[in-house]
């Protein structure tokens, strides 16, 4: 077992990095304090290959494994992580077309996905399904035959990250029965500006300001039948494949985040004075940043160990996921609050980045499913096995 990066690995990470500092860092209070969705820096982001990290490189993607790309999310994260965010969930959309799109579909579309001249949303949650996503009600019914089938879709999504502002929606409807649970859902691919969609209010959040969020409702939205993904019926198991690499990277922005507060923290304890020495000869205050590290490091080398699992196709690879995604955001979102409160008053300004941290640290305990959903999936998944001495 090797922890230590190839050269590959270390030149993705350091174009990363330098694309964060110039690019996201800079920049992210304003996007923050103003609700700039940056989408001139998303296409850069593009230029990088950013939008298209585990395309195949047939498909113009660049082809890196789920661990290669933990690698440049946490840079980019470090630099803003509401905006990073969302190019996770661009990514995944691009992932959902890269795969499970007809060719047709995928040519007018990918290239300039992954380019990031065009942006993607990935639209499952509704108002009444988030945890239990299985009892979506927006349903998608099928209408005529051969080259005029299409489907029409009716019903409403929300917390959609993007919407309103992005040019693709991959929508999951219902096309069997009402209650034909997890086995009667559909993928679409969905044109933004399709007839019948209308977009909700700008929703106020608490972090993420970044990226826009907004419900989505569709009232007779036609789409030709080749804009289904994958065949009927597969489309939750889609979005629940596609849920494994989104927990990997809301747990990876969260380490990112993590390592620029823990890094601003130790900044701060070596320059600040009080009772006439350094904050970091308080051994109390010694002993937090210890935690913090140690903290720091262990939820990275849990999530690129669920990311290696899920690059070989490992069976247990859903749980290792839930798991590294659980004590990823919890502690990442631990790591950023300790280093508010080391700085005391100060932590809590705008004028210092750890409060926003926090804020955006936050909803990532709550997305790509809940924390508690995710002590649920290990739970389970535990309880199945007949020992328990094969974990690693």
Same mark, same amino acid.
């Given at each position: 077992?090797?922890?230590?990066?190839?050269?590959?690995?270390?030149? +993705?990470?350091?174009?990363?990095?330098?694309?964060? $500092?110039?690019? %996201?860092?800079?920049?992210?209070?304003?996007?923050?304090?103003?609700?700039?969705?940056?989408?001139?820096?998303? @296409?850069?982001?593009?230029?990088?290959?950013?939008?298209?990290?585990?395309?195949?490189?047939?498909?113009?993607?660049?082809?890196?494994?789920?661990?290669?790309?933990? %690698?440049?999310?946490?840079? &980019?994260?470090?630099?803003?992580?509401?905006?990073?965010?969302?190019?996770?969930?661009?990514?995944?959309?691009?992932?959902?077309?890269?795969?499970?799109?007809?060719?047709? *579909?995928?040519?007018?579309? &990918?290239?300039?996905?992954?380019?990031?001249?065009?942006?993607?949303?990935?639209?499952?949650?509704?108002?009444? !399904?988030?945890?239990? !996503?299985?009892?979506?009600? =927006?349903?998608?019914?099928?209408?005529?035959?051969?080259?005029?089938?299409? +489907?029409?879709?009716?019903?409403?999504?929300?917390?959609?990250?993007?919407?309103?502002?992005?040019?693709? %929606?991959?929508?999951?409807?219902?096309?069997?029965?009402?209650?034909?649970?997890?086995?009667?859902?559909?993928?679409?691919? *969905?044109?933004?500006?399709?007839?019948?969609?209308?977009?909700?209010?700008?929703?106020?959040?608490?972090?993420?300001?970044?990226?826009?969020?907004?419900?989505?409702?569709?009232?007779? /939205?036609?789409?030709?039948?080749?804009?289904?993904?994958?065949?009927?019926?597969?489309?939750? $198991?889609?979005?629940?494949?596609?849920?494994?690499?989104?927990?990997?990277?809301?747990?990876?922005?969260? /380490?990112?985040?993590?390592?620029?507060?823990?890094?601003?923290?130790?900044?701060?304890?070596?320059?600040?004075?009080?009772?006439?020495?350094?904050?970091?000869?308080?051994?109390?205050?010694?002993?937090?940043?210890?935690?913090?590290?140690?903290? &720091?490091?262990? !939820?990275?080398?849990?999530?690129?160990?669920?990311?290696?699992?899920?690059?070989?196709?490992?069976?247990?690879?859903?749980?290792?996921?839930?798991?590294?995604?659980?004590?990823?955001?919890?502690?990442?979102? =631990?790591?950023?609050?300790?280093?508010?409160?080391?700085?005391?008053? +100060?932590?809590?300004?705008?004028? +210092?980045?750890?409060?926003?941290?926090?804020?955006?640290?936050?909803?990532?305990?709550? &997305?790509?499913?809940?924390?508690?959903?995710? @002590?649920? *999936?290990?739970?389970?998944?535990?309880?199945?096995?007949?020992?328990?001495?094969?974990?690693?």
């Amino acid at each position: 077992m090797n922890f230590e990066l190839d050269n590959d690995q270390q030149a +993705y990470r350091e174009a990363a990095r330098r694309f964060s $500092r110039q690019e %996201l860092a800079p920049n992210a209070a304003d996007w923050d304090a103003n609700d700039v969705f940056p989408v001139e820096t998303l @296409r850069r982001a593009g230029d990088m290959g950013f939008c298209g990290l585990c395309i195949p490189e047939a498909h113009g993607g660049l082809g890196l494994s789920r661990l290669d790309a933990t %690698l440049i999310i946490e840079e &980019l994260a470090r630099g803003c992580t509401a905006t990073t965010a969302f190019l996770t969930i661009h990514n995944m959309v691009n992932g959902i077309l890269s795969r499970y799109a007809t060719d047709a *579909v995928r040519e007018a579309w &990918l290239p300039a996905m992954i380019a990031g001249e065009k942006l993607g949303s990935y639209c499952l949650t509704e108002p009444g !399904a988030g945890s239990d !996503a299985a009892s979506l009600r =927006t349903r998608a019914r099928r209408e005529g035959d051969g080259d005029h089938a299409s +489907y029409v879709i009716d019903g409403s999504k929300m917390f959609i990250s993007g919407a309103g502002s992005t040019q693709l %929606l991959v929508v999951m409807a219902r096309t069997g029965e009402p209650d034909s649970g997890a086995d009667g859902i559909s993928a679409f691919a *969905v044109p933004a500006d399709s007839p019948g969609i209308e977009y909700g209010k700008h929703e106020e959040k608490m972090g993420w300001r970044s990226q826009p969020t907004r419900a989505v409702s569709f009232d007779g /939205v036609r789409v030709p039948a080749d804009h289904r993904l994958g065949k009927e019926g597969e489309g939750f $198991r889609i979005a629940m494949q596609a849920l494994d690499g989104g927990r990997i990277n809301i747990a990876t922005c969260s /380490v990112g985040t993590a390592q620029a507060a823990l890094e601003t923290a130790h900044r701060y304890l070596e320059t600040r004075e009080q009772f006439g020495k350094p904050l970091a000869s308080f051994q109390a205050l010694q002993f937090k940043l210890a935690d913090m590290a140690t903290q &720091l490091v262990a !939820a990275r080398q849990m999530v690129r160990l669920a990311a290696s699992k899920l690059d070989r196709n490992d069976p247990d690879a859903t749980l290792y996921c839930a798991m590294a995604k659980r004590f990823a955001t919890d502690e990442g979102f =631990t790591i950023c609050n300790d280093a508010l409160q080391l700085h005391g008053g +100060y932590g809590y300004l705008r004028d +210092y980045p750890l409060e926003r941290h926090v804020r955006d640290c936050r909803v990532h305990q709550i &997305l790509e499913g809940t924390n508690e959903i995710m @002590r649920l *999936v290990v739970a389970r998944r535990l309880l199945a096995k007949e020992d328990l001495e094969n974990l690693s």
